[in-house]
């Protein structure tokens, strides 16, 4: 069953690439808004929480599937695509696809990594809410929600060799990825992983798809691998512009696959 023909998505970062450092997204809001109207479908893909990116679909009423935690698991909303696919479970009305490592093992291991390494690593089940606004920029209620971690552990090196600290990570059987503001701690798996499992179900779903990555950091990296046109946004890039191509590359595939 193909019931449409075409379908473009945009596999999307948030913190750098739709979201400024101050966390705001007035210039990019609209065209977000212009990209949903040709429904082009919205992937967030982001080291945020399930809670903090259903912030923001819940904002822009989006109701496609997304990627949390840097690949750990996305999240399908139940009944989105018509056809049968495997999932780890079913919660709040999405089918869970989980890739990564759950985070109770995650700050276990953390905790070897510290007493290894001697490094004094501050991660976000160390900080309260507060701590979190504070070190990130982040309001407190969305704060709050990214201390509700299930799969990776946002955190910094106050004091210690990063090396050593990174190569004990691996050796513990973690990998890490490295974000705009912290590093990550998570199981094996990555943006690209979850990227290229979603767009195996899209082109299932649909005849043909077009996919547009946007990142702005090393973990955005092996999705921009997997997609059709990849976006890097610098740290000095006009966003605005960025998404304003999109936008015109969404239309002209639209144009384009249509015929
Ligand atoms: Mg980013």
Not at 102 to 116: G, M, Q
Not at 118 to 147: C, H, M, R, W
Not at 213 to 220: E, H, K, L, Q, Y
Request: aromatic share 10%.
């Amino acid at each position: 069953m193909k019931p449409e023909g075409i379908k473009i998505i945009v596999f999307a970062d948030l913190d750098g690439s739709l979201l400024n450092d101050k966390y705001e997204y007035n210039q990019i809001e609209p065209i977000i808004h212009q990209l949903l109207s040709l429904n082009v479908s919205i992937v967030f893909a982001s080291s945020k929480t399930r809670n903090e990116i259903e912030f923001y679909r819940n904002k822009w009423q989006i109701s496609d599937p997304f990627i949390v935690e840097n690949g750990s698991a996305i999240l399908i909303p139940e009944n989105y695509f018509g056809i049968h696919y495997e999932s780890t479970r079913r919660m709040l009305g999405y089918n869970i696809i989980e890739l990564g490592t759950a985070y109770c093992i995650i700050r276990e291991k953390l905790d070897v990594v510290r007493n290894r390494t001697g490094a004094n690593i501050v991660g976000f089940g160390d900080l309260t809410a507060e701590e979190i606004a504070k070190d990130s920029g982040l309001p407190l209620y969305l704060a709050q929600l990214a201390k509700k971690r299930e799969y990776s552990e946002p955190f910094k090196i106050l004091d210690g060799i990063e090396k050593d600290v990174l190569v004990a990570i691996i050796e513990e059987g973690l990998c890490y990825t490295r974000g705009g503001r912290y590093l990550h701690a998570l199981g094996n798996c990555d943006k690209g992983q979850a990227t290229s499992i979603l767009e195996k179900l899209y082109l299932q779903q649909f005849k043909r798809i077009f996919s547009i990555g946007v990142g702005d950091s090393a973990n955005d990296l092996t999705m921009l691998k997997i997609v059709d046109k990849p976006f890097f946004v610098n740290k000095t890039a006009d966003k605005k512009a960025v998404w304003k191509e999109i936008e015109s590359i969404a239309r002209a595939q639209k144009k384009t696959l249509n015929h």
